[in-house]
C-alpha cells in the first residue's frame, strides 16, 4: 500500500493537477466550440450531442446574445444626452480613484490638495481570500515518488492517457 501523504503534498498535487485539468478543458472546449461555429455558420446547426461510448452524455450548444439597442460610436454623445435627460445614466467614480486620500490620525485627507474630507470613511485592511501558488516543476519532482503507478503519474508528466 502507498504512503499516505500530507494535506500539504495532497494540495500541490490537486493545483498540478488542477491546472493540467483546466487547459486541457479549455482546448478541448475551444475545438468543439470552433466546430460547433463552422456548423452553424454553413448550415445552420446551433447544438450537437456530446458522446461517450456512443451514449448521448450531454449538449454542446451556441449561445446567443440577447437582442438590444446599443450606441453608435459615431453619435456617442448626443446618445449619452439623451439617456441622461431621460435619467438613464449614472456617474461612477473612476477607477482608482481611492489612491488619491490617505488616512492622517482619525482624518482622511486628498493627497493632492492636503484638505481634509469628510465625506468618506477609511476601511482597515482585512482578509479577504487565500491564493494558493505552486511551482509546477518543483511539484511534480517532489509529487512523482508519491504518485508513482497511480493514473495521476500520466497527468504529472504531462503525457495523454
Known amino acids: 500500500m502507498a504512503n499516505p501523504i500530507t494535506a500539504d503534498e495532497e494540495l500541490a498535487l490537486m493545483r498540478v493537477l488542477k491546472?493540467?485539468?483546466d487547459n486541457r478543458v479549455k482546448e478541448l472546449e475551444g475545438e468543439a466550440k470552433d466546430e460547433l461555429l463552422g456548423f452553424y455558420?454553413?448550415?445552420g446547426i446551433d447544438r450537437r450531442q456530446v458522446k461517450a461510448n456512443g451514449q448521448n452524455v450531454g449538449t454542446i450548444?451556441?449561445?446567443f446574445s440577447k437582442p438590444k439597442a446599443a450606441i453608435d460610436p459615431l453619435r456617442k454623445a448626443k446618445a449619452l444626452d439623451y439617456l441622461a435627460s431621460c435619467g438613464l445614466t449614472e456617474e461612477t467614480p473612476v477607477k482608482g480613484w481611492e489612491e488619491r486620500f490617505a488616512q492622517c490620525g482619525d482624518d482622511i485627507i486628498d493627497c493632492k490638495?492636503?484638505?481634509v474630507v469628510d465625506f468618506l470613511l477609511w476601511e482597515p485592511q482585512r482578509p479577504k481570500a487565500v491564493?494558493?501558488?505552486v511551482k509546477e516543476q518543483e511539484a511534480v519532482a517532489a509529487l512523482r515518488p508519491l504518485v508513482?503507478?497511480?493514473s495521476a503519474t500520466a497527468l504529472l508528466e504531462g503525457e495523454e492517457q
Open 19 to 21: 491546472k493540467r485539468i
Open 41 to 43: 455558420d454553413t448550415c
Open 61 to 63: 450548444s451556441v449561445v
Open 113 to 115: 490638495t492636503g484638505e
Open 131 to 133: 491564493r494558493t501558488a
Open 148 to 150: 508513482n503507478g497511480m
